[in-house]
Structures are given as structure tokens and as C-alpha cells.
């Protein structure tokens, strides 16, 4: 079984910073995908970037980027010049590849807010 | 085209009622499943199915049914609600297609059982 660790419940930056969201997964398999999702308060879950675990080059999304360290079962996200509108929960998921059912697993989330 | 349709939205139970949440998705994805999410523990997968008269539990499968009798629509069910299935429950649809995938999740329900 896969599982998901989210170590920062809650964290915060000032508008136009940088900020670094942590992710670390454990798996035995060698095929995955990698996903940062994005919870406002409106619970719509939104795709934020994905990352294929035979890529070795990071997912970048415009402001979103990934740090992949696939060793390290580190699967970090950052996002650059921080809008309030990026206030949200974000939830790091881990999907088995050839996995009948695109079963996800989830970690426990990261609440971020963007003060002005 | 309105994606992964949940309802409703909100709802209040009283412990030992019955409730079924209806889910449907109209981009004939081959793949649904249904989620609950909880403070701290982020979503966990309740069911899946894998194709229509096709099921199978996932994590936290105790206390709800599914059924999947038509590609689009796929209902979870609660047989006697209790205070601990209290949650925000998602369903999604995906496909998966040589490497290339769609995700899509319905808006949520939020239940409350007292």
C-alpha cells in the first residue's frame, strides 16, 4: 500500500513571495504519478501540476513547479510570486501507474494562505 | 457540458437513517469512485468501479454500498448513518489511455449526521 505524508498542516506567505509546499510518498512500484491538487473554499478540487515517475525533468505549470527526487520519495511544490487567490488547501496525491480505477491516494493537506 | 454532477450539496441525517448521494458524469469516462474527506487525513477512497456492474472497495468501505449500473451514474449508498460518516464526500470520473488520464471530481456533499 501507498502512502502520503503532508508534514506542514497549515503554512503562510506574504503576497509576491515564494513559498515551498513538502510532499513525501512510500511505494514499491516503479510506475506512478505524481499530483498537487488545490482546494479553495469552494471545494472544488483542482489540478495544480503533475508529474510522470519516469521523467526525470520537474513539471512546471506558469508560477507552479515540482521538485521530484525520486529516491528521496520527495515530491515538493512551489509556488512563485504567491496571489491571494492562491489561498486554498493543497493536497499532494500519489496514483499507482496501469492502475484499473485511477485510484488516488491522498495526503493530509496543507492549508496555505497568502497575506497581502 | 456539466462534468461529474453531485447532489446534493448539503444534508443533515439523523443517526440510523438511510441516504443515498447521487453522482453522474456525462463524458462517458469508463472509471468512477467516490471519496470522503476529513480534517488531517485528506480523501480516502470509499469505492470504485471500473466499468458498468463493475465494483470494488477501496480504503474506508464500511457502512456504504454502491452500485454501477450504467456507465454514467454511480450512487453511494448509506445503509444506517452514524456520526463518524460525517464528511464532505467527493465522486470523481477518469479515463486512462496509453499514459494520457482525465480526472474529474464533482463539487462535494457535505453531510452531517447528528
Known amino acids: 500500500a501507498q502512502t502520503v505524508t503532508q508534514s506542514q498542516p497549515e503554512m503562510s506567505v506574504q503576497e509576491a513571495e515564494t513559498v515551498t509546499l513538502s510532499c513525501t510518498y512510500d511505494t514499491s512500484e516503479n510506475n506512478y504519478y505524481l499530483f498537487w491538487y488545490k482546494q479553495p473554499p469552494s471545494r472544488q478540487m483542482i489540478l495544480v501540476i503533475r508529474q510522470e515517475a519516469y521523467k526525470q525533468q520537474n513539471a512546471t505549470e506558469n508560477r507552479f513547479s515540482v521538485n521530484f527526487q525520486k529516491a528521496a520519495k520527495s515530491f515538493s511544490l512551489k509556488i512563485s510570486d504567491s496571489q491571494l487567490g492562491d489561498t486554498a488547501m493543497y493536497f499532494c496525491a500519489f496514483m499507482k501507474g496501469n492502475n484499473a480505477g485511477n485510484m488516488l491516494t491522498f495526503g493530509g493537506g496543507t492549508r496555505l494562505m497568502v497575506k497581502p | 457540458n456539466a462534468g461529474v454532477t453531485q447532489t446534493p450539496k448539503f444534508q443533515v441525517l439523523k443517526t440510523g437513517q438511510s441516504m443515498t448521494l447521487q453522482c453522474a458524469q456525462d463524458?462517458?469516462?469508463?472509471?468512477m469512485s467516490w471519496y470522503r474527506q476529513d480534517p488531517g487525513m485528506g480523501l480516502r477512497l470509499i469505492h470504485y468501479?471500473?466499468?458498468?456492474?463493475?465494483?470494488d472497495q477501496g480504503e474506508v468501505p464500511n457502512g456504504y454500498n454502491v452500485s454501477r449500473s450504467t456507465t454514467e451514474d454511480f450512487p453511494l449508498r448509506l445503509l444506517s448513518a452514524a456520526p463518524s460518516q460525517t464528511s464532505v464526500y467527493f465522486c470523481a470520473s477518469s479515463y486512462s489511455f496509453r499514459g494520457l488520464y482525465g480526472y474529474t471530481f464533482g463539487s462535494g456533499t457535505r453531510l452531517t449526521v447528528v
Open positions: 468501479s471500473v466499468g458498468a456492474g463493475i465494483t
Open positions: 463524458m462517458n469516462h469508463e472509471y
